[in-house]
């Protein structure tokens, strides 16, 4: 299993590097792709995060799940490089892949019409944004093969729910047990 979790400036930190540490975990293959300029990503709270690889570098035919970390300016740097748009279109249409994207992060796929009819959450800041979704509120919600979660609050339940469904169940138990997580 293969993971990217692309990077932009002013993304939420938790949001991504919670998801990463988790996949990692959890035996993913996880990389860090810069939608960026350069590997060095400022995020939302001026925290310099070294990204692994460029976005454009990846070869994608091997991905199983690409993640958009949430964070209001890092969903619009997102949304302004083309590779990213054009991979979410990609994942969202397959059958076998995954698209996940938390917090403000779910806009970008609602706004290119990938989320119509579909259930999903995002962080109420960014409702407005969700046209053509059906919102339900929760955490984290999976219809299909798209993953939303609300916010910074559900990064672990997010990263739970991409395991459980890259990995397994056990696999998510035996990280909840090793991290002492208590819900």
């Known amino acids: 299993m293969k993971a990217i979790v692309f990077l932009a400036d002013g993304f939420e930190e938790c949001e991504g590097l919670i ?4 996949l990692r975990r959890a035996g993913v293959e996880t990389v860090m792709a810069s939608a960026m300029d350069g590997l060095q990503i400022d ?3 001026h925290i310099k ?3 692994d690889v460029m976005a454009a570098d990846v070869d994608f035919d091997s991905v199983d ?12 740097n ?6 990213v748009v054009e991979k979410c279109r990609e994942f969202a249409a397959s059958s076998d892949k995954y698209l996940a994207a938390i917090c403000a992060a779910p806009s970008l796929p ?3 019409g990938l989320l119509d009819g579909k259930r999903a959450t995002c962080h109420p800041d960014f409702e407005g944004h969700m046209a053509g979704a059906a919102l339900t509120g929760e955490s984290v919600v999976t219809d299909g093969n798209i993953i939303t979660g609300q916010g910074l609050g559900a990064s672990f339940d997010f990263a739970f729910e991409l395991v459980r469904l890259l990995v397994g169940e056990e ?4 990280i909840k047990g090793a991290i002492c ?3």
């Open 171 to 174: 696999t998510v138990e035996q």
């Open 65 to 76: 799940l690409i993640v958009l970390p949430g964070g209001r300016l890092g969903t619009e």
């Open 110 to 112: 609602a706004s290119l």
């Open 49 to 51: 995060v070294q990204a």
């Open 19 to 22: 998801v990463v540490d988790i």
């Open 181 to 183: 997580y208590r819900k």
């Open 43 to 45: 995020s939302s709270r």
């Open 78 to 83: 997102l949304g302004a490089n083309a590779l």
